[in-house]
């Protein structure tokens, strides 16, 4: 096999953490919204939760968006950064980020609706099927 021409996958959603290091404050958010300013420009899907961000769209247009993410970091005077990413792909279906999410909230919402009184501890117990 050519390693050297293997293809990276087609598209990817990448769960990102930037972790600036040494900032004067134990407070990141400026550093945050100055990411999230690069997220709304680069025009790929991506939604800022308490942990992180995710992003999805073609792998190369991902990745290089959270190497961008440290350069405009480092920029801004921070000298040290440290990030954790876990990307996901599939090659059987398109799905997005978005669906994933809607497809347990309809569960969640089922559940609620199809409830009629039995053992909390029973209504709570995680039945593995395949994943989502």
Known sequence: MDYATLPTPPTCVADFCLNPIGT???????????VQ???KASGLSYRMHSAG???????????????????????????????????GTRTDKEEHFAEKVSKVESILTERV????????????TVKLQRPV
Do not use: C, K, Y
Not at 24 to 34: G, L, M, Q, R
Not at 113 to 124: L, N
């Open 24 to 34: 004067p404050t134990a407070s990141i958010a400026n550093e945050v919204a100055a």
């Open 53 to 87: 961000t995710t992003v999805e769209g073609p792998w190369e247009s991902v990745t290089r968006l959270i190497g961008q993410a440290h350069t405009l970091v480092h920029r801004n005077g921070v000298v040290r950064i440290q990030t954790d990413v876990r990307i």
């Open 113 to 124: 609706h199809d409830a009629g009184g039995g053992d909390e501890a029973e209504e709570d």
């Open 37 to 39: 300013r690069l997220m």
